[in-house]
T-cell receptor, first 113, second 115 residues
C-alpha cells in the first residue's frame, strides 16, 4: 500500500458528461501528480501541483482541469468527455519535486460509453 | 524532442537466470533517470533512480541499473530472476532543468519470468 488513495476505483459515464477524480496524497507529501495511462498513448504526465500551486503541465487537454486544496488533496476534473478519454488515471505524490520518488495510487479506471 | 525508448515490448526469462530490461533516452543536458514497476491492477512502484554520482545504482527487490552516458542508456538488471518479478517495467527521465514533475515515461516492457 503506497499510502496514496484515489476515489472512485471505477467510473462509467456517457460522452459529454463531467466527472471528478479525487486523490489524497501520502501524509507529509506536498506534491501531487496526475497521469493518464492508456494502451495507445502509454503513461502520460498531465499536471503537477506543489503545496497548492500548479508547477508543471504536461499533455493535459483544455477540457481537463485540476486543483490542490489546502489540505493537500487534489481533484482532477474531466468535462465534455469523449470515448478517447477512457483510460486509467493515476495520482502520485512525493515529498518534493520530481527528483524524489513518486508514490502512486491504485488508479481510477474511467470508461466513457 | 526529448524521449525515452524501451526497445523491447516483452522480455522472457527463466527463473534463476539474469535479466536485463533496456532503456535508452534522448534529452538535452544531464538526465535524471528512474525505473518503476507496475503489477497487474496496481499503481506504479518506485524501484530506483540515478541523479548523480556512481553510475551503478542499486534499488529495491535486488534490482540495479547502470547509467551509461556515452550510450545514453539506463538498463535495469537483476542477477537472478524470480517468478514474482513478472510485471510491467517503466523507465522514466526528467531532463536536467526541466520543469518539476515532468517525467517522461517509456512505453513499458513486460517482463515474464517462467519457472
Amino acid at each position: 500500500d503506497s499510502g496514496v488513495t484515489q476515489t472512485p476505483k471505477h467510473l462509467i459515464t456517457a460522452t459529454g458528461q463531467r466527472v471528478t477524480l479525487r486523490c489524497s496524497p501520502r501524509s507529509g507529501d506536498l506534491s501531487v501528480y496526475w497521469y493518464q495511462q492508456s494502451l495507445d498513448q502509454g503513461l502520460q504526465f498531465l499536471i503537477h501541483y506543489y503545496n497548492g500551486e500548479e508547477r508543471a503541465k504536461g499533455n493535459i487537454l483544455e477540457r481537463f482541469s485540476a486543483q490542490q486544496f489546502p489540505d493537500l488533496h487534489s481533484e482532477l476534473n474531466l468535462s465534455s468527455l469523449e470515448l478517447g478519454d477512457s483510460a486509467l488515471y493515476f495520482c502520485a505524490s512525493s515529498v518534493g519535486g520530481s527528483l524524489y520518488e513518486q508514490y502512486f495510487g491504485p488508479g481510477t479506471r474511467l470508461t466513457v460509453t | 524532442a526529448q524521449s525515452v525508448a524501451q526497445p523491447e515490448d516483452q522480455v522472457n526469462v527463466a527463473e534463476g537466470n539474469p535479466l536485463t530490461v533496456k532503456c535508452t533516452y534522448s534529452v538535452s543536458g544531464n538526465p535524471y533517470l528512474f525505473w518503476y514497476v507496475q503489477y497487474p491492477n496496481r499503481g506504479l512502484q518506485f524501484l530506483l533512480k540515478y541523479i548523480t554520482g556512481d553510475n551503478l545504482v542499486k534499488g529495491s527487490y535486488g534490482f540495479e541499473a547502470e547509467f551509461n552516458k556515452s550510450q545514453t542508456s539506463f538498463h535495469l538488471k537483476k542477477p537472478s530472476a524470480l517468478v514474482s518479478d513478472s510485471a510491467l517495467y517503466f523507465c522514466a527521465v526528467r531532463p536536467y532543468g526541466g520543469s518539476q514533475g515532468n517525467l517522461i515515461f517509456g512505453k513499458g516492457t513486460k517482463l515474464s519470468v517462467k519457472p
